[in-house]
């Protein structure tokens, strides 16, 4: 991979391959309402403390990079959980402002983080949880094989597309709703239009 991208641009990949080229191809950002709420949950818990909570340490906004994956990025919080052999090992969490979702997508987000802190320290991390604002709790992730042949795709497909200069068409779906990126990716459609449109899908 000739570059190293951010995490969150695989989380566009994964919410819309266009987005993601719109932003890092084209170099379009925009924000709205779902990224501004995403973005103060994570300023919670971008404090960069260092604690114990309930008797397990954690670290906050830790730096993450895997040059195998072509990745750079911040994990949100890493706990230090007691492994079987007694050895503490790293149990990242992730906190998204919606609810659980139908779709892989943060599981495989959180996965690429875990791959990260594999790479980096050299260690195998089993699992990790995410934390959702609606409602308050956390769903808990096994890193299956299946999850980790998903993140080496995912990153191989986006750093091809974005490397190649490639701008996918737009594909108007029920994800368009809640795209910070609806604006630019549609530029012809008036405000009207667009909202007739996206409407048609509800
Ligand atoms: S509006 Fe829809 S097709 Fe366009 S970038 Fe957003 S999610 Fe993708």
Redesign the pocket.
Known sequence: MDQTLPLSALQHYL?????CA?IHVEKVWEENRFTAEGRLLHLRADSGATGRRGGIAEDRSVPLRSDRLGLYGVADVVELRPGPDGRERPYPVEYKRGSPKVEDWDRVQLCAQAMCLEEMLGVTIPEGAIFYGKPRRRERVVFEKVLRVLVEKACGDMHAMIEGGEVPP????K??RG????G???PGASARVESYLLKGLE
């Open positions: 919410y819309c391959p266009r987005q719109l737009a594909e108007v779906g994800r368009c795209c910070s990126l609806a630019a990716c549609m």
